[in-house]
Nanobody, 124 residues
Framework: QVQLVESGGGLVQAGGSLRLSCVASGRAFSSYTMGWFRQAPGKEREFVGAIRGSDGVTYSANYVKGRFTISRDNAKNTVYLQMNSLKPEDTAVYYC?????????????????WGQGTQVTVSS
């Protein structure tokens, strides 16, 4: 079992930055691919990005490339989502998730464990 707890959300003006953190409990954190997803009101959950466990290779959705960066610290069982140049359309609940699958896992149903989510609100 893996438990995930996100933090770092909040209210920020357009153009600002936030860093989300997700701390995992349980063993073998480095063996999991960690993903970030988001869900805005009335919309489906969408893939933001993911990072492989063993080598830190990252994958990002096109709409966040150049603005969002995913990283992880396996010693701290933590994955991060650094979000820069935020836009009002980035407003959503952001979730981290874990999967033992390897590679650019971008489908929510491929993830086994989910955090409770953290709200990010970007004002114009």
């Amino acid at each position: 079992q893996v438990q995930l707890v996100e933090s770092g959300g909040g209210l920020v003006q357009a153009g600002g930055s936030l860093r989300l953190s997700c701390v995992a409990s349980g063993r073998a954190f480095s063996s999991y691919t960690m993903g970030w997803f988001r869900q805005a009101p009335g919309k489906e959950r969408e893939f933001v990005g993911a990072i492989r466990g063993s080598d830190g290779v990252t994958y990002s959705a096109n709409y966040v490339k150049g603005r969002f960066t995913i990283s992880r610290d396996n010693a701290k069982n933590t994955v991060y989502l650094q979000m820069n140049s935020l836009k009002p359309e980035d407003t959503a609940v952001y979730y981290c998730a874990a999967t033992p699958k390897y590679g650019p896992v971008a489908v929510p149903t491929d993830y086994d464990y989910w955090g409770q989510g953290t709200q990010v609100t970007v004002s114009s």
